[in-house]
Nanobody, 125 residues
Framework: QVQLVESGGGLVQAGGSLRLSCTASGLTFSRYIMGWFRQAPGKEREFAATIGRNGGITYYADSAKGRFTISRDNAKNTVYLQMNNLKPEDTAVYYC??????????????????WGQGTQVTVSS
């Protein structure tokens, strides 16, 4: 049974930082492209960042560029999202997702096969 478990969310003031983690089990982690998505109240889920199987390729949403960094440790079956200079508009539930179907990182949520339960990030102004 595949499980993705996110952690690291919380309440932070604007300008602060958080590091999200997502640990996978039940799959061969190194074979999966990993992504982070987020969903704010009343809004659709949106792409934040994605990383290739060996970490060599990364891709970010425009809103994340320059502030977020995605990385992975295949030995630990874990993907990270370092978020700096957080803004109130970053408030959302953040989800990690795993994709094995494609060879390159994808930004469309429909391309991902497995999802975590999400972790809440709240940025106060």
């Amino acid at each position: 049974q595949v499980q993705l478990v996110e952690s690291g969310g919380g309440l932070v003031q604007a300008g602060g930082s958080l590091r999200l983690s997502c640990t996978a089990s039940g799959l061969t982690f190194s074979r999966y492209i990993m992504g982070w998505f987020r969903q704010a109240p009343g809004k659709e889920r949106e792409f934040a960042a994605t990383i290739g199987r060996n970490g060599g390729i990364t891709y970010y949403a425009d809103s994340a560029k320059g502030r977020f960094t995605i990385s992975r440790d295949n030995a630990k079956n874990t993907v990270y999202l370092q978020m700096n200079n957080l803004k109130p508009e970053d408030t959302a539930v953040y989800y990690c997702a795993a994709d094995r179907r494609y060879d390159t990182p994808q930004s469309n949520s429909y391309d991902y096969d497995f999802w975590g339960q999400g972790t809440q990030v709240t940025v106060s102004s």
